[in-house]
């Protein structure tokens, strides 16, 4: 049943080059999407999953400026290297300066405008009298500074900056050096204490030598100096190559050598080309805002995780000691937003991606002796919960990804689920076989829900290898969730290590992480349904199909009392009770198909599309956190979604576009929608080679590629 994963990838080179070799599908990319309200994504120049995202900051530490730029900023005040893409904490924004031929601010700030395209952005400075354009290699982010008057020609240096939580006054940095080894280089350390505690070490190159430095303390922010340079008169274009490393700055050097010579042109060529080469896997056919919404989300699906180690495979672990990775060390995953679909298109689409990605998940847990949650920079941050890397593996086992035996896989998933973390403690749950209420942490119910998910894909690995041992606990563990199911209220429902049910108890009430509660972000009508592994059996529990149907409805047609208070609560994007702005939700529209009412997953999954992804700056209803929110627009247009993500099973919903090929590694899969104009079709019927599926179909069915057909009716087909 395993592919044959050799031929996969050359299969999946072969694709990427002659989709990226006939169309230039960067255009429709709008990077500006998702700058606007809190959706935190930026306009920045970057590479497919790439090492830097080199662009603009505007100096606000405000929270819904996590990824360091607003649409609505009217001044920048500089540019930095390194920046999260969608996320709801903010870090990162290493290596800052300014350009500057004229100013009368001391910081200056400038105002501007801009423009993006992917792996390229540009601003115009007009009180700084500088047009500034950046784009980046895997490892190298490189600008070309235009100065009006090339008789002033300066930069304005912060090497201590950073995009972290401190407050002004708190210690941004606690140690930094910057060196001026001769007069075209800087080299720098910066140690920061944000989201995480990180090191970096910088190398900045110009094309033209520096004339005198200037040591100043401009910004109260910092504590450490900043450096005036200048460049005296000479050459309108000034140009600058800056590197980083979290290893030693060997490593920043040998990374800047993997960019020789100053052709900013052919740099920014090529970093288009590995945009269309990654954006090449999908050939769609639909409208100017389809195509936009839609090679848009891919763009941003890929940004991160990003590219940690050297060129020479060396990266920093979260150990804090060296480590190699010839394949390349990925971090910055926000593993439980995106196992839940941009992983699995990562996985269908980008395996040569998807696979260095699982074995540096390996990696880290060689170093750790568990799995990481929410790895940054190397470390591990321990943000939300549960161990959704076990489900990622599970998947890149049954793919046969190469490295990721079952044998392996297994061995770092029984780890994980049985060695205490902060986000877990076993002991505690195996007492009560749940997270009790009166436990050490808070999200009791949403912690129990979330890893019985987790041992469902250790049981079925444990199953696989013959382990009946495990099979059997970790299958207990997995229907945990039978023993927070409330058959008073049909909701998830917290309880102590007694027994004793939450009271009194408040299914609408909010919790997230400055609001104590049993839930994540959300509350017992949203995270009864995070029963991934059987919904079946929440169907069950429930009193069967018609009830399930019934309560199910009752969430999208519900409107809760007070929704200003759910906005505060940065709960967006909402459909009566469900919120799509955050992503516990998202599978729960495909849940109607399961329980045999396809037309209402259409219905509200349509709903969805027009209303909550947009082509403006608020295009996105919520975070992105690291492309989950725009990875479910994307295969939602495409007409199916894995509720399970680890099953290998997609649930067929409601075609946003009439036509799209898919370019999987064993072939083509061709998706073509019929009457897709009529908003109330929904899917009747799935036929793949000639073949007719049911409402699911798995990834076994379209791995050797072929035509895949959807049919649409207005009138139900399936039994209720």
């Not at 847990?365 to 929410?374: F, M, R, S």
């Not at 069967?544 to 409107?559: E, H, I, Q």
Request: aromatic share 12%.
């Amino acid at each position: 049943m395993r592919p044959l994963f050799k031929s996969l990838i050359l299969f999946s080179a072969m694709a990427l080059a002659a989709c990226s070799g006939r169309k230039d599908l960067a255009g429709w990319v709008d990077p500006f999407i998702g700058t606007d309200t809190n959706a935190h994504c930026h306009p920045c120049a970057t590479v497919p999953f790439g090492m830097l995202q080199a662009g603009p900051q505007a100096g606000n530490f405000a929270w819904n400026y996590c990824a360091g730029y607003h649409a609505t900023d009217t001044t920048l005040t500089g540019f930095s290297q390194t920046r999260l893409s969608g996320t709801g904490v903010s870090d990162l924004g290493d290596v800052f300066f300014m350009p500057f031929s004229r100013h009368s601010d001391p910081l200056f700030v400038s105002r501007f405008t801009d423009e993006a395209s992917p792996g390229y952005y540009m601003a115009d400075l007009s009180d700084n009298g500088v047009r500034v354009e950046v784009t980046v290699s895997e490892r190298v982010a490189i600008y070309r500074c235009t100065f009006d008057d090339p008789s002033h020609r300066k930069l304005y240096l912060n090497m201590a900056s950073a995009l972290n939580k401190n407050k002004p006054g708190g210690p941004i940095s606690r140690r930094c050096s910057v060196d001026f080894p001769d007069p075209c280089t800087v080299t720098g350390f910066n140690h920061v204490d944000g989201w995480t505690s990180r090191d970096i070490y910088s190398v900045i190159s110009f094309d033209t030598p520096v004339v005198s430095v200037e040591e100043v303390s401009l910004d109260p922010w910092y504590t450490t100096p900043q450096h005036i340079l200048d460049f005296g008169a000479g050459k309108k274009v000034i140009m600058i190559k800056v590197a980083l490393s979290a290893v030693d700055g060997d490593g920043a050097r040998a990374n800047l050598s993997t960019l020789p010579g100053w052709d900013f042109d052919k740099v920014r060529k090529e970093a288009r080309a590995a945009w269309n080469g990654v954006l090449g896997t999908i050939e769609a056919e639909g409208s100017s805002e389809d195509l936009t919404k839609l090679y848009t989300a891919m763009y941003h699906a890929c940004i991160q995780p990003m590219l940690f180690s050297d060129a020479d495979g060396r990266f920093r672990g979260p150990d804090g000691n060296i480590h190699s990775a010839p394949d390349g060390y990925y971090t910055t995953m926000s593993i439980w937003d995106t196992f839940r679909a941009a992983s699995p298109i990562y996985s269908l689409l980008l395996p040569r991606y998807a696979a260095p990605m699982l074995e540096s998940m390996l990696l880290h847990c060689d170093i750790t002796g568990i799995l990481p949650v929410w790895p940054l920079w190397g470390n591990e941050t321990w943000c939300m919960m549960a161990d959704h890397a076990v489900p990622l593996l599970m998947d890149g086992w049954k793919k046969g990804f190469p490295g990721i035996t079952l044998e392996r896989a297994y061995e770092a998933v029984r780890k994980s689920l049985t060695t205490s973390h902060p986000e877990c403690e076993w002991e505690e749950f195996d007492a009560c076989g749940y997270f009790p209420i009166d436990g050490k942490e808070d999200e009791s119910v949403s912690r129990t829900l979330e890893s019985s998910y987790d041992a469902w894909c250790a049981a079925q690995m444990a199953k696989e290898l013959g382990k009946q041992e495990d099979y059997e606990y970790f299958s207990k563990r997995s229907d945990s969730w039978k023993l927070l199911f409330d058959h008073s209220t049909n909701l998830a429902r917290g309880r102590d290590s007694k027994g004793n049910w939450r009271t009194p108890f408040d299914p609408t009430f909010l919790s997230n992480s400055t609001i104590a509660g049993d839930y994540t972000e959300g509350n017992g009508w949203q995270y009864t349904w995070h029963v991934l592994q059987d919904p079946e059996g929440l169907m069950a529990e429930m009193g069967g199909r018609d009830k399930f149907v019934a309560k199910l409805d009752s969430l999208f047609t519900v409107n809760p009392e007070d929704a200003e208070h759910w906005e505060r609560m940065d709960l967006t994007g909402r459909v009566g009770l469900y919120v799509h702005g955050n992503e516990l939700s998202h599978h729960i529209p495909y849940l109607f198909t399961i329980a045999g009412r396809p037309d209402r997953t259409a219905e509200i999954v349509r709903t969805i599309c027009r209303d909550l992804y947009k082509t403006t700056p608020d295009g996105l209803c919520g975070q992105d956190d690291c492309g989950q929110t725009s990875a479910w627009y994307i295969l939602s247009a495409f007409g199916f979604y894995p509720v399970n993500p680890a099953s290998q099973e997609y649930i067929l919903g409601a075609p946003q576009i009439p036509r799209a090929v898919l370019n999987l590694p064993g072939g083509k899969l061709e998706v073509v929608a019929e009457n897709l104009s009529d908003k109330n079709m929904y899917v009747e019927s799935v036929i793949l080679n000639g073949k007719p599926l049911k409402d699911r179909f798995s990834w076994y069915d379209i791995k050797d590629g072929g035509r895949l057909v959807f049919k649409m009716t207005t009138e139900p087909i399936f039994e209720k």
